[in-house]
């Protein structure tokens, strides 16, 4: 399986992934920004095409992973994992001691693919998203 950084020609087939599996996508307008601003933390699972990406950003205190997803018929393959072991590598290269991210509270297949990895709910936001559910905050420390 292929980890990579993302390259502009990636960008459509990333694009039509945040689609198909999210409700509220992030816009193409933020994926080019973060494409061009966060490149080195935009990774994409290249397996004869896109079948997965991980968008993170970090600065000295910590990583923050914005959006992880897999295509449907590709999950529960150990996509996410590798992504998610690439950019805890990277990041721990960094010096970058913990990781965040926020899950929706009933995204429990996330819920338990996080913890898979050693992250732990901290804290609980109430109506975080655009629709009023709530998040958890995840965090693992990496040093
Ligand atoms: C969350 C997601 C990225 C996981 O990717 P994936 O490639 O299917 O996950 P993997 O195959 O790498 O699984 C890794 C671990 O997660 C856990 N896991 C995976 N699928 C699971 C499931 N259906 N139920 C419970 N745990 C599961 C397992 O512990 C697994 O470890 P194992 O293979 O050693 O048993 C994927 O399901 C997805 O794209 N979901 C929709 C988008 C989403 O919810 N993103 C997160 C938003 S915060």
């Known amino acids: 399986m292929?980890?990579?950084v993302v390259e502009a020609s990636d960008l459509l087939e990333v694009l039509q992934i945040?689609?198909?599996v999210f409700k509220f996508p992030y816009p193409p307008d933020l994926v080019n920004f973060l494409y061009a601003n966060y490149r080195e933390t935009f990774l994409v699972a290249d397996i004869g095409g896109i079948k997965g990406f991980l968008i993170a950003i970090y600065d000295e205190e910590e990583g923050h992973i914005l959006s992880i997803a897999v295509k449907d018929d590709c999950r529960d393959l150990g996509?996410?994992?590798a992504l998610m072991g690439h950019i805890m590598?990277?990041?721990r290269e960094q010096a970058v001691p913990l990781v965040r991210l926020e899950v929706r509270k009933g995204n429990a297949r996330a819920i338990s693919f996080?913890?898979?990895m050693g992250f732990r709910r901290t804290e609980h936001l109430p109506d975080y998203y655009e629709d009023g559910e709530a998040a958890y905050v995840m965090i693992k420390h990496i040093r």
Do not use: H, N, V, W
């Open 2 to 4: 292929m980890i990579r």
């Open 18 to 20: 945040e689609y198909a």
């Open 79 to 81: 996509i996410g994992k």
């Open 89 to 91: 590598s990277f990041l």
């Open 114 to 116: 996080y913890e898979s």
